[in-house]
């Protein structure tokens, strides 16, 4: 299912085998043997000898590249969202625990404060909120498209969350702006432009990512553990809940935490409906501001090399770490097995 | 509770989640067709936008998202592919192996306005080009690079063992039996997978406010010399896609139809997308029939 820009499932082996079986899934398999022979036989004279494996460095550099390009983009970001500290001299506990936030007050008034806290709140609220929101009800539907309806599943859910996770995300802002935002002015209370319309959509945008990686995990049970368990005499729902979702739980995880890193690190969607208001959560009808939204709106409006346009470099610098940390969370999960 | 009446819950439950979920897209879909079909017309697909002014179109928006999705996907699928026949043929377990398939992973979860402000730093003030397609083309790159890895290993990895013993024992090398065996059989999934990868890309909007820019030149459609600054085939020039477009009529707010606007460029947003996710579909299906079946 890595079609969709889904995290592979960490806890698939490594194949390094030249020649390895052929995999279960034969979409590609069969091919008309005459087309086959005719190019092997009919093109250039193969086994030229002395060339063999000219190519494995150039290839390896191609693979390789991933490597450099994940290592500069931690680098450049780094050296940007360090120089709040150590340029401007801000300790980290104040860009960490601060709700003080003056980033151009005047040395005379007492110096300027950045005190990110808000912006902090802001994203793990509307982030965790949207994953409460979005983890029951795509387990639901992973469960649904693999072990109770899985012709159904095949037909209509799992084209339908690939759909869902196609729409791109300032649609999905676009959406919550002229939906989600007049409903919640209009029948609940408040502006509208609030954590409760943040995340809902960000739940929605979720989900499939979600439904994907448990579904995945779920399929891949051996079918042995179901067979046992029904032939103990559990019905289907006593099957589900006492061996597949234990037995599958290290990969839901894993969904979840990237549904998680996922709403995290959205942008524009949640900009457009959260109303960026720097303050502390308190209500769900509170406008309220997120990291990723003070880099999309402050962005353009200060000057590089400043203290304020330093101070979002190392906003990205968290995004970039916590971001980092999810993907070693479920690295070591995997490793280790979770244990609940 | 007697077992089977909790079965019996249960199941409806999950047929429950199951109608939500379908549900929700479909009330997505119709809602975006529903109030955006309204406002296309070939009027607004073809005139440019306008600033303060009612009754703007999106074309040079809509050029530049494909011609981005171009730029991109021709700096992607080759990197990609190759990268991806190194990993399914001849990487060996190993801690090179290793750290590969970690930049993947932390490349693939990066949030998008990250690999944005990577761009800003790297492809617009490092080399000089200020905001241009080809910043936005290779920002672009970074998020759709792991995408295309993975499904062209998984294409590659699907190719059956009989067809490389077949080649190997005729006397072909390793690179010849990749070459011309393995990679043409995983031919459909890999174009099935780029062209998802496409629609992904299509919409894609924060990586592209700091990198292709937030706004166009007056493009001259005629004047097909790329390096002339107002030519819509310049590289180096800003360019605003129309996902961008979405997200800026909105933020500035100073056109008095902006409800009009971004309904109908969220519409064909969305039917391009669709375009793309359907058209892969039929063609892996198409392939699927055409390969097994003969």
Partial sequence: MNRRGEIEMPERPERGRRLRPARGRERVGGVRPGGLRSRLAGGRRVGGGGQAGRERPFLLGCAAL????????????????????????????EFLFSAQWAPDRPAAEGGPRVGGLPYILGSVAVSVLAVAVATPLSISGAVFAVEVAPRWGQRALQPALEMLAGIPSVVYGWLGLTILVPFVRDHIGGLGFSLLAGFLVLAVMILPTIFTVSADSLRALPVDLKEAAYALGSTRWQTIRRVLLPAARTGIIAGVVLGLARAFGEALAVQMVIGNTRKIPGSLLDPVTTLTSAITMDMPYTVMGSLWNNVLWSMALLLLLISCGFIVAIKLMARRGVKL | ?????????????????????????????????????????????????????????IGPQLFNSFYLLVLSMAVTVPIGLLAAVYLAEYARPGPLTEAIRFSIETLSSLPSIVVGLFGLLAFVVLTGWGYSLMAGALALTVINLPLIVRISEEAVRNVPTDLRE?????????????????????????????????????????????????????????????????????????????????????????????????????????????????????????????????
């Fill in chain 2, 1 to 57: 509770m007697n077992a089977c009446t909790a079965d019996r819950i249960a199941t409806a439950l999950f047929w429950l989640a199951a109608i939500v979920l379908i549900a929700l897209l479909g009330g997505l879909l119709g809602y975006i067709l529903y109030h955006g079909g309204r406002h296309i017309s070939w009027h607004f697909l073809t005139s440019p936008p306008e600033t303060i002014h009612a009754g703007g179109g």
């Fill in chain 1, 66 to 93: 991933v490597i450099l390009l994940t290592a500069s983009i931690i680098v450049f970001i780094s050296a940007k969202g360090l120089a709040t500290f150590v340029v401007n001299r801000v300790s980290p506990v």
């Fill in chain 2, 166 to 294: 077949g080649s190997l024992a005729l006397g072909a090398s390793q690179w010849q039996t990749v070459w011309r065996v393995v990679v043409p059989c995983a031919f459909p999934g890999i174009l099935t997978g780029v062209i998802i990868a496409a629609g992904r890309v299509f919409g894609e909007a924060a990586a592209l406010l700091y990198t292709a820019g937030m706004s166009s030149p007056r493009l001259h459609f005629g004047l097909w010399n790329p390096a002339h600054p107002s030519s819509p085939l310049n590289p180096f020039r800003p360019a605003e896609t129309l996902a961008v477009h979405i997200w800026k009529v909105n933020a500035e707010g100073l056109i008095p139809d902006l409800r009009q606007v971004g309904d109908g460029a969220a519409a064909v947003l969305i039917l391009v997308v669709l375009a793309f996710n359907l058209g892969a579909r039929w063609l892996g299906r198409r392939f699927h029939r055409r390969l097994t079946a003969a």
